[in-house]
């Protein structure tokens, strides 16, 4: 199954839109890229919008600070999470509790992009 990343820069944060299969191999260029993206734009503010077909596996979850530490993410980024498809939000709220534990990056879970964008910019980094 085909894995799409698109990263956006907007006023105020990046944008990013991710859809097709959920693998450790794909979050890991997915979460670089959106590392590289920041970096360049010097914005630490990320609006992600996400459209999986299939969720990571509880490994894989487990493993997500590992993957995040080494894809360059930080406490520096603030990150607005829209998790589309009803089927895999439990295992991407999964992925956020994971990561919240173990104090890595801070960001939060939304059912819509405009709540996600508007506590996103409210937050004055």
């Given at each position: 199954?085909?894995?799409?990343?698109?990263?956006?820069?907007?006023?105020?944060?990046?944008?990013?839109?991710?859809?097709?299969?959920?693998?450790?191999?794909?979050?890991?260029?997915?979460w670089e890229r959106i590392a590289?993206?920041?970096?360049?734009?010097?914005?630490?503010?990320?609006?992600?919008?996400?459209?999986?077909?299939?969720?990571?596996?509880?490994?894989?979850?487990?493993?997500?600070?590992?993957?995040?530490?080494?894809?360059?993410?930080?406490?520096?980024?603030?990150?607005?999470?829209?998790?589309?498809?009803?089927?895999?939000?439990?295992?991407?709220e999964f992925i956020r509790d994971?990561?919240?534990?173990?104090?890595?990056?801070?960001?939060?879970?939304?059912?819509?992009?405009?709540?996600?964008?508007?506590?996103?910019?409210?937050?004055?980094?």
């Open positions: 199954m085909e894995y799409e990343i698109k990263i956006t820069p907007e006023d105020g944060y990046v944008h990013v839109e991710i859809s097709g299969e959920a693998t450790h191999t794909n979050a890991l260029e997915m590289q993206a920041c970096n360049q734009y010097q914005c630490y503010k990320v609006l992600g919008e996400q459209y999986l077909k299939k969720a990571l596996t509880t490994s894989d979850i487990i493993d997500h600070p590992k993957l995040f530490k080494k894809a360059g993410m930080s406490q520096s980024h603030l990150i607005a999470w829209v998790d589309h498809n009803p089927r895999t939000r439990s295992t991407t994971v990561l919240t534990n173990r104090f890595i990056g801070r960001g939060k879970l939304f059912n819509n992009v405009d709540e996600a964008k508007n506590w996103l910019l409210r937050d004055p980094r």
